[in-house]
């Protein structure tokens, strides 16, 4: 069996792509999508895939209007978030409690390192989310999401902006310009004293299938799983997460989902699962 497949360029997915890694049962028909989350609109607006990488914030918001599709317990993309935030030194020092009524950059609103921040600032810094004056560039993956933020004027770019004044801080976005420097001072140490301190590594980017797939063809979707697995097997850089190590990182970016109103309630983890995907984990 073919499969549409979106794939991005990872450590744990290279075995995958260039086909060292094959099957009996299935071959992946790779969609050509650079970065990856470019494709992440079609699979979720028009199903465009049989298996896709997936941001997990956008599965939840599909998730929350019933779009076709089941999750795999498969972790494709981790990283520490705090990384992710930027504001301009040259107009003076800007920390992550001084937020609170500043004007922020975001690429969309619904992003998944953007729903991580803010309840990073939320939980961890007392950030009032709500006096913040949201900018954002692009409408969300799941196209029945009303987005009530700002949006910047056509043709502005969010590291300029930031450059220029018209933002105080950004979110989600990295850059090697002199003036830019991170929100939170001590990135590696902030990083690491959170994830110590929460028992969990954000997840980014797991894989979902379809939920035709599911139905009809079980012994396709356990046999992506194993060869996703084969593939980050050994693969150092690749995301390593148990079954509980999972479930606690889930769980926290479900907790902040709901708290910023992109989902509008709390899902137990396993519901994001079905019958055939929740015997994988």
């Given at each position: 069996m073919r499969l549409r497949t979106l794939l991005g360029d990872h450590p744990g997915t290279a075995a995958l792509k260039n086909g060292s890694i094959k099957s009996d049962l299935i071959e992946f028909d790779f969609a050509s999508y650079t970065p990856a989350n470019k494709g992440f609109k079609p699979m979720v607006r028009e199903a465009a895939f049989d298996v896709s990488e997936m941001a997990i914030v956008t599965y939840l918001m599909a998730k929350s209007f019933d779009k076709p599709m089941v999750l795999l317990p498969h972790v494709v993309m981790a990283r520490g978030q705090h990384g992710h935030?930027?504001?301009?030194?040259?107009?003076?020092?800007?920390?992550?409690?001084?937020?609170?009524?500043?004007?922020?950059?975001?690429?969309?609103?619904?992003?998944?390192?953007?729903?991580?921040?803010?309840g990073i600032l939320a939980n961890d810094y007392g950030v009032d989310l709500d006096s913040i004056d949201w900018v954002t560039f692009e409408n969300a993956h799941v196209a029945e999401y009303k987005d009530?933020?700002?949006?910047?004027?056509?043709?502005?770019?969010?590291?300029?902006?930031?450059?220029?004044?018209?933002?105080?801080?950004?979110?989600?976005?990295?850059?090697?310009?002199?003036?830019?420097?991170?929100?939170?001072?001590?990135?590696?140490?902030?990083?690491?004293?959170?994830?110590?301190?929460?028992?969990?590594?954000?997840?980014?980017?797991?894989?979902?299938?379809?939920?035709?797939?599911?139905?009809?063809?079980?012994?396709?979707?356990?046999e992506v799983q194993r060869m996703l697995t084969q593939a980050a097997e050994g693969v150092a850089s690749a995301p390593r997460f148990t079954a509980d190590?999972?479930?606690?990182?889930?769980?926290?970016?479900i907790g902040y989902s709901t708290q910023q109103k992109l989902i509008p309630r709390a899902y137990a983890v396993d519901e994001l699962f079905d019958d055939v995907t929740r015997a994988l984990i």
């Open positions: 935030a930027l504001y301009n030194a040259k107009r003076g020092k800007l920390g992550p409690r001084d937020l609170n009524g500043k004007r922020v950059g975001i690429r969309s609103f619904t992003t998944t390192t953007g729903a991580w921040l803010r009530t933020t700002k949006r910047a004027p056509a043709g502005k770019q969010i590291i300029q902006m930031l450059l220029d004044g018209e933002l105080d801080a950004v979110l989600g976005e990295k850059s090697d310009h002199a003036d830019l420097k991170p929100l939170f001072e001590n990135v590696a140490a902030e990083e690491k004293a959170w994830s110590t301190r929460r028992k969990l590594m954000p997840i980014n980017h797991m894989v979902v299938v379809s939920r035709t797939l599911c139905e009809k063809h079980p012994d396709v979707v356990q190590e999972m479930r606690r990182s889930l769980e926290k970016i």
